[in-house]
């Protein structure tokens, strides 16, 4: 099972939106609504923040946000802020039964 | 409070077994899948097993499969991961993961315990 496409980083100015990519095949991505996103900072464990796509786990704040459309599932952070300077990384439940990571996504707050 | 705490990570050869732990607690155990996700030094994370919630389905990475085995032990709210045949591209933080329930994602991470496969 290859790993998700993800860009290898990403940057953005507080205030502004940015979307993170993650691109999948017809046996992943495409084939079920599990999809799921973790933030990870430096040195600490990763967060789950958007699971089945769209959802928000409690307390995660509500400028995290998901999509999917065919085999791409994306996840936006709008109005960027400093905390927000982590890795992100996706993930899909696939066909084969068991579970694929994208590569990861550096993001830095200018 | 949901707590993971892994243990059993070491220095081994290529070639050697080992065998890691996740006690869980916080939870009711017998009601949730359990996980095993591993990060090598400065790389992203990579899925390597899971085993269901009453212990009669378990799944495996490509890149273990045949040579890790994932199982549970209710009574002890343990699950294990024997692996065998370590190879130096195995040496990462192995983290427990539990299942955000139906949702096929991972909610609740352990600390981490770290392998190290060299000679």
């Known amino acids: 099972q290859s790993a998700l496409t993800q860009p290898a980083s990403v940057s953005g100015s507080p205030g502004q939106p940015i979307t993170i990519s993650c691109t999948g095949t017809?046996?992943?991505?495409?084939?079920?609504?599990?999809v799921s996103w973790y933030q990870q900072h430096p040195g600490k464990t990763p967060k789950l923040i958007i699971y089945?796509?769209?959802n928000r786990p409690s307390g995660v704040s509500n400028r995290f946000s998901g999509s999917k459309s065919g085999n791409t599932a994306s996840l936006t952070i709008s109005g960027l802020q400093a905390e927000d300077e982590a890795d992100y990384y996706c993930?899909?439940?696939?066909?084969?039964?068991?579970?694929?990571f994208g590569g990861g996504t550096k993001l830095t707050v200018l | 409070e949901v707590q993971l705490v892994e243990s059993g990570g070491d220095l081994v050869q290529p070639g050697e077994s080992l065998r890691l732990s996740c006690s869980a607690s916080?939870?009711?155990?017998?009601?949730?899948?359990i996980h095993w996700v591993r990060q090598a030094p400065g790389k992203g994370l990579e899925y390597v097993s899971s085993?269901?919630?009453?212990?009669?389905?378990?799944h495996y990475a490509a890149s273990v499969k045949g040579r890790f085995t994932i199982s549970r032990d209710d009574s002890q709210n343990t699950v294990y991961l024997q692996m065998s045949s370590l190879r130096p591209d195995d040496t990462s933080v192995y983290f427990c993961?539990?299942?955000?329930?139906?949702?096929?994602?991972?909610?609740?991470w352990g600390q981490g315990t770290p392998v190290t496969v060299s000679s």
């Open positions: 993961v539990k299942d955000r329930r139906g949702t096929y994602s991972f909610e609740s």
């Open positions: 916080g939870f009711t155990f017998t009601d949730y899948a």
């Open positions: 085993i269901n919630d009453n212990g009669g389905r378990t």
């Open positions: 017809s046996g992943d991505v495409g084939a079920y609504n599990f």
């Open positions: 089945e796509v769209t």
């Open positions: 993930n899909s439940y696939t066909s084969s039964n068991n579970w694929v």
